[in-house]
Structures are given as structure tokens and as C-alpha cells.
């Protein structure tokens, strides 16, 4: 197969999607790797380390669009990319569907199969525990006085006390948040739903955090005296209420730095989307650090991070075939999101009330045993295709 990485394209992402290390195991199966001039660099990986690698290296994306039958990303398809979709071609990249319509319209017009990489991740994102780690470091830095917050050091100085951090939600991005924050000596309560997680975050730190079920009368009362929230719910995008309020923000002390890692329009009421280079901004006093690809901050751990995790799929995908490789990796199934002009990702069905069909049922693999999965979220769409029913 005709395998192509491509250069990141959005405003402030400079990651890889694999690294001269993946090349060579890709090359060493058989398969043709190309990949965009430059793509790597940013990172830290130089063209000259891709072709000792064995990968042919091309001028422009626009080479490895028309070239090859899959082609990998770490960001959504851009709208100057939507016209370079070929019929057929399989693309891996963290689509995020659900919330991007227009995307979706085009991966559906252009007949591609489109993966979301997201959803694809047996043992959670490596991006999930680099935004968790890095956006509770940003945190602490938009908490520093140059930079509008209140000044407070995480840890403390004599005679003065470290900060107060609120980390709401215990997933894979949360417990990096929690982690990064306890090592620097902060004061951490956590926030989530379920006793079990918080439990297990306890015995970890040897009782050494605090814990509470996440409520709104909760989240309320603790983040008054909260120097730092950091947000890593996945706020359902159909949601109508918030979970952090415009009132429970104007309840924070000024100075005071909320970090949303998840990036959600509607968890948040303050919360608009921010980039690299204007990464804050001030409302009702509190400072707001909304990034949306926190993981490009740290490049070069990110893609060696993020390419390790990912090469099991493109090696199923290049060495088994695309059905074959679903068939075995329940994950890799799941993640499956349009395929030949069909939509097959339930939360973008259910978030976007259009119809969709199933994996299994569209590659034809009804009646085989396969390797189960958990859903990604809790949405649920019973609108199938009718020729699907």
C-alpha cells in the first residue's frame, strides 16, 4: 500500500503523525511510506532522517493527497484540503466528527474512509495524557503575574501557601492534570462522577488529595476558593445547561486561571477557543487559557508518544486490509466514522440527527466473532439508513 504523512496545515500544530522509527518498520513490511517535505521538523525529525528511513519525500500535501491510498494526520481535514479527497482514500486523523458538520459533509460527498483517531485508542490517547500534563502546566504559567494572573507560585514560598487546584473530571487527561499538579506540590481536589475513580486517585496519593462527586452544588461551593480549574469533561455537545456558570466564575478570586482542556462549547459559559499565539484571555476577571491542540506545545514528546500508539492501526490496516484489521481491533472498529459516502459513527448520527449504520454491518461482518469495544460516549442513535434496517 502507498502510505502518506502529511504536514500539519492548522494555526499552532506542529506534531507528526509518525516519526523515522514508524517509517522503518512500515518500509521493512512491504509498503510505500511518502511523506511532505518538512512535515517532521517542527517535532525535532529532519527529512534526512525520514529518507534513511526509507520514506520518499514529497514537495507539498498536495503530492501526498494525489498519491497515495492512505494518508495519516494528526488534526482534522481542513476546508482547503476538501477538494484534494479522493474516492476510496482511507484517512486517519483525529476527525472529531461529531462536532464538525461541515467536515463530515465533505468526507461523506467525497466517498472517502475516514477514521477518527480519537475514539481508536485501546489504552487512552497519548494526546489525552499530554494535554493533561501540559494544560496543568499552562495553567501554572497563566497563573504568573506577567501574564495577568494572580501571581501565585504552585508550591508555595515560606510564609506563603501553595495554590488551590480544581481538576473536574478523572479520565486519562485528568489523571495527567492531577499528576503533574501533585508533583509540583500543589493542593489538588478532584472532581468526577463516579466513587470507584475517586476512590483509586486516593489510595494512589495516599489520601494526600481531595476528592468530591461532581455536582454543580459541589462545584459551586469548591471553586470559590479555587486558584485553579482545570476542565477535563467531555461535556455532551447536545448539553443544554453549563457545568461551570457564568455566576460560579464570577464567584472566583480575580487572578484566579481556568485551563479547558476539553475545549467544549457548552461545558464552560466564559469559555471561547484560543490559539498558541494569544493563548489567554480575561473575562469576569479570571483568566481563560483555551487552546485547542494543547499537545503541539510539546512536539516532540507528543509525536513519539502519539506515532507509537497509532502504528499498530497502520500496520493492521497496510497488512491485513482494512476489513480484516476491524474485525480484530474492536477500537480500530469503533472509530470507523464515514465509509463510501455512508455515516458510521453513532455520536455524529445522534449529535447531528442524521442517519448512520454500523461498522460491522457495512464492512459485512455480521456473524463473525469479533473483538469487542466499549462505545466512545454515551450518545446512542437508532437512525439507521433505511436499505441498513
Same mark, same amino acid.
Given at each position: 500500500?502507498?502510505?502518506?504523512?502529511?504536514?500539519?496545515?492548522?494555526?499552532?500544530?506542529?506534531?507528526?503523525?509518525?516519526?523515522?522509527?514508524?517509517?522503518?518498520?512500515?518500509?521493512?513490511?512491504?509498503?510505500?511510506?511518502?511523506?511532505?517535505?518538512?512535515?517532521?521538523?517542527?517535532?525535532?525529525?529532519?527529512?534526512?532522517?525520514?529518507a534513511a528511513a526509507g520514506a520518499i519525500i514529497e514537495e507539498s500535501n498536495e503530492d501526498i493527497w494525489a498519491k497515495c491510498d492512505f494518508v495519516a494526520k494528526v488534526k482534522e481535514i481542513e476546508p482547503s484540503e476538501y477538494d484534494l479527497l479522493r474516492e476510496g482514500q482511507i484517512i486517519f486523523c483525529c476527525v472529531h466528527p461529531?462536532?464538525?458538520?461541515?467536515?463530515?459533509?465533505?468526507? #461523506?460527498?467525497?466517498?472517502?474512509?475516514?477514521?477518527?483517531?480519537?475514539?481508536?485508542?485501546?489504552?487512552?490517547?497519548?494526546?489525552?495524557?499530554?494535554?493533561?500534563?501540559?494544560?496543568?502546566?499552562?495553567?501554572?504559567?497563566?497563573?504568573?503575574?506577567?501574564?495577568?494572573?494572580?501571581?501565585?507560585?504552585?508550591?508555595?514560598?515560606?510564609?506563603?501557601?501553595?495554590?488551590?487546584?480544581?481538576?473536574?473530571?478523572?479520565?486519562?487527561?485528568?489523571?495527567?492534570?492531577?499528576?503533574?499538579?501533585?508533583?509540583?506540590?500543589?493542593?489538588?481536589?478532584?472532581?468526577?462522577?463516579?466513587?470507584?475513580?475517586?476512590?483509586?486517585?486516593?489510595?494512589?496519593?495516599?489520601?494526600?488529595?481531595?476528592?468530591?462527586?461532581?455536582?454543580?452544588?459541589?462545584?459551586?461551593?469548591?471553586?470559590?476558593?479555587?486558584? #485553579?480549574?482545570?476542565?477535563?469533561?467531555?461535556?455532551?455537545?447536545?448539553?443544554?445547561?453549563?457545568?461551570?456558570?457564568?455566576?460560579?466564575?464570577?464567584?472566583?478570586?480575580?487572578?484566579?486561571?481556568?485551563?479547558?482542556?476539553?475545549?467544549?462549547?457548552?461545558?464552560?459559559?466564559?469559555?471561547?477557543?484560543?490559539?498558541?499565539?494569544?493563548?489567554?484571555?480575561?473575562?469576569?476577571?479570571?483568566?481563560?487559557?483555551?487552546?485547542?491542540?494543547?499537545?503541539?506545545?510539546?512536539?516532540?514528546?507528543?509525536?513519539?508518544? #502519539?506515532?507509537?500508539?497509532?502504528?499498530?492501526?497502520?500496520?493492521?490496516?497496510?497488512? #491485513?486490509?482494512?476489513?480484516?484489521?476491524?474485525?480484530?481491533?474492536?477500537?480500530?472498529?469503533?472509530?470507523?466514522?464515514?465509509?463510501?459516502?455512508?455515516?458510521?459513527?453513532?455520536?455524529?448520527?445522534?449529535?447531528?440527527?442524521?442517519?448512520?449504520?454500523?461498522?460491522?454491518?457495512?464492512?459485512?461482518?455480521e456473524g463473525r466473532e469479533l473483538d469487542p469495544a466499549p462505545q466512545p460516549t454515551v450518545s446512542v442513535s437508532n437512525n439507521f439508513y433505511p436499505e441498513f434496517l
Open positions: 500500500m502507498i502510505f502518506g504523512i502529511l504536514k500539519e496545515i492548522k494555526n499552532g500544530e506542529y506534531r507528526v503523525t509518525a516519526t523515522p522509527a514508524e517509517v522503518e518498520v512500515l518500509v521493512g513490511d512491504g509498503h510505500e511510506v511518502h511523506i511532505t517535505k518538512n512535515a517532521g521538523y517542527m517535532a525535532g525529525f529532519d527529512d534526512e532522517e525520514y461529531a462536532g464538525h458538520r461541515e467536515e463530515v459533509d465533505k468526507l #461523506l460527498e467525497k466517498k472517502v474512509i475516514a477514521i477518527t483517531a480519537e475514539d481508536s485508542h485501546r489504552y487512552g490517547s497519548p494526546n489525552c495524557e499530554a494535554a493533561g500534563k501540559a494544560g496543568a502546566f499552562m495553567g501554572l504559567w497563566s497563573m504568573m503575574t506577567i501574564n495577568g494572573g494572580s501571581g501565585k507560585f504552585v508550591s508555595g514560598l515560606a510564609g506563603a501557601p501553595g495554590i488551590k487546584a480544581l481538576v473536574c473530571g478523572a479520565g486519562t487527561v485528568g489523571k495527567a492534570a492531577v499528576e503533574t499538579l501533585v508533583n509540583m506540590g500543589a493542593w489538588v481536589t478532584v472532581a468526577d462522577v463516579s466513587i470507584g475513580i475517586l476512590r483509586d486517585l486516593q489510595q494512589k496519593y495516599d489520601g494526600k488529595i481531595n476528592t468530591i462527586m461532581s455536582n454543580r452544588a459541589n462545584l459551586a461551593a469548591e471553586i470559590k476558593n479555587t486558584d #485553579l480549574v482545570i476542565n477535563s469533561v467531555r461535556w455532551p455537545k447536545d448539553a443544554k445547561d453549563y457545568m461551570i456558570d457564568r455566576e460560579m466564575v464570577r464567584s472566583m478570586r480575580r487572578g484566579s486561571v481556568i485551563v479547558d482542556i476539553s475545549n467544549d462549547y457548552g461545558c464552560i459559559e466564559t469559555f471561547h477557543e484560543t490559539t498558541h499565539e494569544n493563548p489567554t484571555y480575561i473575562e469576569e476577571g479570571v483568566v481563560h487559557y483555551c487552546v485547542a491542540n494543547i499537545p503541539g506545545a510539546i512536539a516532540g514528546s507528543t509525536s513519539k508518544s #502519539l506515532a507509537a500508539g497509532v502504528l499498530g492501526h497502520f500496520r493492521n490496516i497496510m497488512n #491485513l486490509g482494512l476489513k480484516e484489521a476491524m474485525a480484530r481491533d474492536g477500537y480500530l472498529r469503533r472509530s470507523l466514522t464515514c465509509y463510501k459516502g455512508y455515516l458510521t459513527h453513532q455520536e455524529t448520527s445522534a449529535i447531528q440527527n442524521r442517519p448512520w449504520v454500523k461498522p460491522e454491518v457495512i464492512l459485512g461482518l
